[in-house]
């Protein structure tokens, strides 16, 4: 029987469905886009690379006969430099996952294990299941365990990311030549689509519904793009718009701008004066906006039709807002609530911090 | 190969067009959906052609062309199920121009497990051995046999069961 069905199963899987013919034109055109030539080697170079092979031979030779008569101490190649501690992040109690850029190295913590890697831009899937990172000119999901789960040529180097809470889709701008274009991309790494040539390097926020997200468009002005649509909204706020962070549940929309935050939704426009802005988020579902002080920031409160619900003041630098928790840099430590998140450089740049 | 690694186009086209048909038909095999084989064919071309370079022209280029699309595919959908940790719809979308037996045949391809899919359409699709599917998938050759073996029983039943039905 077996013999029979392997007969069968070579006949039936040579007879399976013929791809489509446009399916083969775009990915020719895709795949000859990433050719590149492999140089042949040259003579010339070939004789001149043994010349210097001879020569390194004899100078070696020469040094050892000299080491022996010990009038010559050897020490070939120079010591290594251990490389710079990596930062041991930890994962906050109840959180699927943490994210944070170091001084360009990525450190992710997760229930499902942990990896690090130089990255230029990260987010974390919903769940913290996977991570979406900037990895030389490509984009790339990694799983928690380091493993790539797909890898998108993203023709530039990747400097924000937002990926939907649906999972679905991934938001990205990529610095392409003297631009920044916005792209959206499957989540599974598919049907890659430039959204905006000209965008702001500023990180996109998806409405609580996946059905939309924000950007900062040319000009700085701040843009809602409809994903079913495939349509476009400039919200009606002053330029130049430095940060957009929709609420976790409804439409409300809060962007930073030169003069303070703006509070936007279906039925309400609020401005949060404020000269100085130092994170935005949504904390517990009300919008948290950090103001610097000498050393502790001041922390104030809104709802999402934008009435005042308090403040408080937080020791350090608030470097993030996550849906949960505040992130504050004290000295060299960054703490989340009660969790030392990571020790870091004083100096140090850190980014793309995210609790998930 | 030769001139498609020194970046010719044409010749690069050629190779295209040569081992499209094949990749596509692995990674529809494997996915059993139309527009993911078009991604993972795509994406498995795009990966190659950029790794050209790194290839050992003295080596076919089919297998490890398959070898490409064929992870591409088990990296895809795994990370699919991880995403919506729902099970994936495995049924193939059509092939209407099966005689009857073997659309049933494709039906049952499709209801293995993924791990036992992949191997089945490594060794009897795209033609490897069990030493090259081995090699493609980073598995022992031993365990390529046993999920193969234990893939033709299911596959055995399957069939038995419609048969009798």
Known sequence: MSSELERRLEGMLADAPEPDPGAGEEALHRALRVLRPVAAPRRGMRAAALVFAGAVVLLVIAAGSLAAAGALHVSIGAKSKPPPPAPELRLPKGANGVAAIVNGQLSVATRGGRTQLPASAAALSPRALYVAVGSGDSLVAIAPDGRRAWSHPAGGKVVAIAWAPDGFRIAYVVHAGRRFVLHVIYGNGVNDTPIDRSVRAVRPSWRADSLSFAYVGGGGRAVVYDVGHESRRVVAVHPPVTAVAFAPSGDALALEGPTGVSLVNSSAHRHINSTSVEALGWLKGRLAVAVPGLNSALIRVFAPDGAPRGSSRADGIVKAITPELVVVQRGRTLVAGHTTLLTVPRSATVRDLQIG | ?165
């Open chain 2, 1 to 165: 190969m030769r001139r498609a690694r020194r970046g010719d186009r044409e010749a690069a086209a050629l190779l295209f067009r040569r081992y499209w048909r094949d990749a596509w038909r692995a990674a529809f095999a494997i996915t059993g959906r139309h527009s993911l084989a078009d991604d993972v064919a795509a994406d498995g071309f795009e990966r190659a052609f950029a790794a050209l370079g790194r290839f050992d022209e003295r080596r076919p280029f089919g297998p490890w062309l398959h070898r490409i699309v064929a992870n591409r595919a088990l990296d895809l959908l795994r990370a699919e199920r991880r995403l919506s940790d729902e099970e994936l719809p495995d049924t193939p979308d059509s092939a209407p121009s099966h005689a009857a037996g073997d659309r049933s045949l494709l039906g049952a391809v499709a209801d293995l497990s993924l791990e036992r899919r992949v191997v089945v359409v490594l060794r009897y699709g795209v033609g490897m051995t069990p030493k090259q599917v081995a090699e493609a998938l980073d598995l022992p050759v031993g365990t390529v046999n046993s999920r193969l073996a234990r893939a033709l029983e299911q596959l055995r039943e399957t069939m038995e069961v419609e048969h009798v039905e």
